[in-house]
T-cell receptor, first 115, second 114 residues
Framework: NAGVMQNPRHLVRRRGQEARLRCSPM?????VYWYRQLPEEGLKFMVY????????ESGMPKERFSAEFPKEGPSILRIQQVVRGDSAAYFC?????????????FGPGTRLLVL | AQSVTQLDSHVSVSEGTPVLLRCNYS??????LFWYVQHPNKGLQLLLK??????LVKGINGFEAEFKKSETSFHLTKPSAHMSDAAEYFC????????????FGAGTQVVVTP
């Protein structure tokens, strides 16, 4: 059973470009979470999605950031008009359900560098 | 609201000596607590979790943690450090009656010297 997969692993963008980060959850998992890790910091929650639904986006910046988890295909985190402050590691996690102490399984992350 | 505080940003130990990583939490509800490890440029791996069963939780690679409600602590220990334990460790809290977001501590960087 493959783990959570993210691609690309590394992404370089110039200011003003768009970044698209992909996440394929573990087989059988229908809950996806995105987290951002700034340098020298812990992970910060961004958004929680189920298939075709955004459940909690309280951690998403109000502008330029969006996320989706379509019926078919991976979850996508999209950052429009990137700025240098968007440089970070973006981690995706998945779980089969979300209640109690259900474990979230993390992918290897996408490291975004904005020049 | 819940939060988690890791009391040490850096811990340095000699190989073969005990490791102690301290974590205190605050939560309005009975929490689930986790420890994750992150090796350089890698993803996060679950070490162990507490979900209101036994207060002493055993994890992978010889790690264990004890949930102490009276002290609101969930410290991580290992009797004998190995060079491969050098990594960043995150204490994480999630209220059991909530869904979604995990709340991460700032992390503790562990250095193991020969």
């Amino acid at each position: 059973n493959a783990g959570v997969m993210q691609n690309p692993r590394h992404l370089v963008r110039r200011r003003g470009q768009e970044a698209r980060l992909r996440c394929s959850p573990m087989k059988g998992h229908s809950h996806v979470y995105w987290y951002r890790q700034l340098p020298e910091e812990g992970l910060k929650f961004m958004v929680y999605l189920q298939k075709e639904n955004i459940i909690d986006e309280s951690g998403m910046p109000k502008e330029r950031f969006s996320a989706e988890f379509p019926k078919e295909g991976p979850s996508i985190l999209r950052i429009q008009q990137v700025v240098r402050g968007d440089s970070a590691a973006y981690f995706c996690a998945s779980s089969p359900q979300d209640r109690g102490g259900e474990t979230q399984y993390f992918g290897p992350g996408t490291r975004l560098l904005v020049l | 609201a819940q939060s988690v505080t890791q009391l040490d940003s850096h811990v340095s130990v000699s190989e073969g000596t005990p490791v102690l990583l301290r974590c205190n939490y605050s939560s309005s509800y009975s929490p689930s607590l986790f420890w994750y490890v992150q090796h350089p440029n890698k993803g996060l791996q679950l070490l162990l979790k507490y979900t209101s069963a036994a207060t002493l939780v055993k994890g992978i690679n010889g790690f264990e943690a004890e949930f102490k409600k009276s002290e609101t602590s969930f410290h991580l220990t290992k009797p004998s450090a190995h060079m491969s334990d050098a990594a960043e460790y995150f204490c994480v809290v999630k209220p059991t009656d909530s869904w979604g977001k995990l709340q991460f501590g700032a992390g503790t960087q562990v250095v193991v010297t020969p």
